[in-house]
């Protein structure tokens, strides 16, 4: 598995998301869309709409991250609208195998999360049922948090739990990323790198997320 960086938009400039998409668009893997409703998480940022604005305005996939309750009611419409990886919250998640399974149906990869506090292995049967498990480094809701170190033994045992199953599984972090964080994620097993104010923040966008990547190929021994 390569490594990959998903900037995140939510520490872009709303107002112009066509640009901060191209800013990053010649190195980033992804472009990370934190969609929050004000209900599952306390901020509200963004939904299909402006997705599909952002779709039209981009050829960076885009990695809708759905904080949101009732997640089965409105996964499929970013999948359906062309979103390249929709990711729903377990917790948040009524019939997570059924939505899981409409977002492949209409031809995005499907992702699960948990939040710091959530442990893996519950979910360790549904792991057939995804293309990326989502491991929260921060409490989500907010950029620009300190990640936390916490999460560390959690994303070492989803490693184990996913090379055991289906190594084909991606599993991402998402939260507080940056140059000083992302050696100790990849070392642990990570390989999706969510980072919002490491790269928005940075003079040279691209040029952050080409650091990224270089520190978390390093750190993890993978290109
Ligand atoms: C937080 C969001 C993250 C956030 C990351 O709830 O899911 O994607 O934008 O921002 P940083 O990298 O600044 O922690
Ligand atoms: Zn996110």
Redesign the pocket.
């Known amino acids: 598995m390569t490594i990959q960086i998903s900037p995140?938009i939510?520490?872009a400039d709303f107002a112009h998301l066509a640009d901060e998409a191209a800013a990053v668009s010649p190195s980033a893997d992804w472009l990370?869309v934190?969609v929050m409703d004000n209900h599952f998480?306390p901020n509200l940022t963004l939904g299909l709409p402006v997705v599909e604005s952002l779709l039209k305005a981009t050829d960076t996939p885009l990695d809708c991250?759905l904080?949101i309750e009732e997640p089965d009611r409105w996964a499929p419409a970013y999948a359906e609208a062309g979103a390249g990886s929709v990711t729903i919250h377990a917790k948040a998640a009524g019939a997570p195998v059924r939505t899981l399974r409409e977002i492949r149906r209409l031809g995005a990869r499907a992702g699960l999360a948990l939040n710091p506090g959530e442990a893996v292995e519950p979910y360790a049967d549904l792991i057939g049922e995804m293309d990326m498990l989502l491991l929260?480094t921060?409490e989500?809701?907010?950029?620009?948090?300190k990640f936390l170190d916490m999460v560390l033994p959690k994303i070492r045992r989803a490693r184990e739990l996913l090379d055991s199953r289906d190594a084909s599984v991606w599993l991402q972090v998402?939260?507080?990323?940056s140059a000083e964080t992302i050696e100790r994620a990849a070392e642990a097993g990570a390989d999706v790198f969510?980072?919002?104010?490491?790269v928005y923040g940075a003079q040279d966008p691209a040029g952050a997320v080409e650091s990224l990547r270089s520190l978390a190929a390093e750190a993890s021994g993978r290109k």
């Open positions: 995140s939510l520490n990370h934190d998480v991250h904080m929260m921060v989500p809701g907010f950029g620009g948090q998402d939260g507080g990323v969510v980072a919002g104010s490491a």
